[in-house]
């Protein structure tokens, strides 16, 4: 599924480590499409520190992989989206890894005009496990869907942020 007709890139890893790590990124943010967040949680560590940008309902910054499924299930309420990765970048070894990727996402909030956001992860992943995620996107777009949400009577979509 392509939204702006720009082919996504596709890097060749040779080293194991980094074509296993890549796959389970992609299918998770494959299951995340769907509704399904679990396949993502499952890379993150116990201890992981999560930073969205804005400040908005699904903004700000949580510390524990508790905070992270309670934002990844208001994510799946709020703003369903089904996500293209455009490119990844994976460097370092299996005990300092850096990912960054680029994706688009087409976001169909329920009663709200649907739209599409592109964005940046860049994570950090040590033994497999995202220890610090920082997710850059357009907040004006989430800002103006979770606005029309609250206004279409989705009290969530204007509460505080998970922290």
């Not at 060749?12 to 509704?35: C, H, Q, T």
């Not at 999560?50 to 709020?78: D, I, T």
């Not at 995620?133 to 777009?141: E, P, R």
């Amino acid at each position: 599924m392509n939204y702006n007709n720009t082919p996504p890139i596709k890097r060749l890893y040779l080293n194991p480590y980094k074509i296993i790590l890549r796959k389970k990124i992609m299918d998770g943010f494959a299951d995340f499409s769907n509704g399904n967040y679990q396949t993502l949680l499952k890379l993150y560590a116990e201890n992981v520190h999560q930073h969205f940008e804005g400040n908005h309902a699904l903004g700000g910054e949580r510390f524990s992989k508790a905070k992270v499924e309670l934002w990844f299930q208001r994510f799946v309420r709020l703003l369903p989206s089904k996500f293209l990765v455009k490119d990844m970048i994976i460097q370092g070894g299996p005990w300092n890894t850096v990912v960054i990727m680029e994706f688009q996402d087409a976001v169909s909030p329920k009663n709200v005009p649907q739209y599409t956001n592109n964005g940046i992860m860049k994570a950090v992943v040590k033994w497999g496990k995202a220890t610090d995620v920082h997710i850059y996107v357009d907040t004006a777009k989430i800002e103006n869907a979770l606005r029309a949400l609250a206004q279409n009577g989705f009290e969530e979509a204007a509460e505080q942020s998970i922290e």
